[in-house]
């Protein structure tokens, strides 16, 4: 079992829609949650980032993790063309070194005219 | 400030050759990283950095090298290209968290094929 899991979609979904985008995890050391989002032939880039339970809000952007279910997500309002990309989730725990993080294989995103 | 950089864009390698890819951050970062992304995999984890003069190695070392004699550089080796090698390689650095907020950034990357 991946330590990880992100459904790879594709996820195509119509310009105003509301998109929920999600990842499980089987590691409980992991105490913090990133997403990336990644445009096509560029570097991730962070969106957004949690370092605890519940809803986190930035512009028509949601981040949101419950620890007890090992489930994030991140939900997207009035989706845009421009935010058709792939979305990564990583997680990372406090233990070891160099704030390591894992990531999903990635869910990509086609918002549609 | 030009955040991180990586050279070169792209490259083909043939099997057996060696090659430097090279990373650069302006941002006084501490961490960096070096990545491996293959389709529909995700990115893997190659090798850290904690600061000048110290790394370790991650979740797919074998087939790499790094060196850190500087904060700004973090370079990737590559002995002897292997087909398996084939990937698209991204450069990472993080720097501590300030007023919570995180502070990481990625490089634009290098396709390498090995033919």
């Known amino acids: 079992q991946k330590e990880v899991e992100q459904d790879p979609g594709p996820l195509s979904v119509p310009e105003g829609a509301i998109v929920s985008l999600n990842c499980t995890y089987s590691?409980?050391?992991?105490?913090?949650f990133m997403w990336y989002r990644q445009y096509s032939r560029k570097g991730p880039e962070l969106l957004m980032y949690?370092?605890?339970?519940g809803n986190k809000e930035d512009g028509r952007f949601t981040a949101q993790v419950d620890k007890s279910s090992k489930y994030i997500s991140l939900f997207i309002r009035d989706s845009q063309p421009s935010d058709s990309a792939t979305y990564l989730c990583?997680?990372?725990?406090?233990?070891?070194?160099?704030?390591?993080?894992?990531f999903g294989t990635g869910t990509q995103l086609k918002v549609e005219l | 400030n030009a955040g991180v950089t990586q050279t070169p864009k792209f490259r083909i390698l043939k099997i057996g050759q060696s090659m430097t890819l090279q990373c650069a951050q302006d941002?006084?970062?501490?961490?960096m990283y070096w990545y491996r992304q293959d389709p529909g995999m995700g990115l893997k984890l190659i090798y850290y950095?904690?600061?000048?003069?110290?790394?370790d190695k991650g979740e797919v070392p074998n087939g790499y090298n790094v060196s850190r004699s500087t904060t700004e550089d973090f370079p990737l080796r590559l002995e002897l290209a292997a087909p398996s090698q084939t990937s698209v390689y991204f450069c990472?650095?993080?720097?501590?968290?300030?007023?919570?907020?995180?502070?990481?950034?990625f490089g634009p990357g290098t396709r390498l094929l090995v033919l």
């Open positions: 990472a650095s993080r720097g501590a968290q300030k007023q919570g907020k995180e502070t990481q950034y």
């Open positions: 590691n409980s050391a992991f105490q913090y």
């Open positions: 949690t370092y605890s339970s």
């Open positions: 990583a997680m990372g725990g406090f233990t070891g070194g160099g704030n390591k993080l894992t």
């Open positions: 941002m006084n970062h501490n961490y």
């Open positions: 950095s904690v600061g000048a003069g110290i790394t």
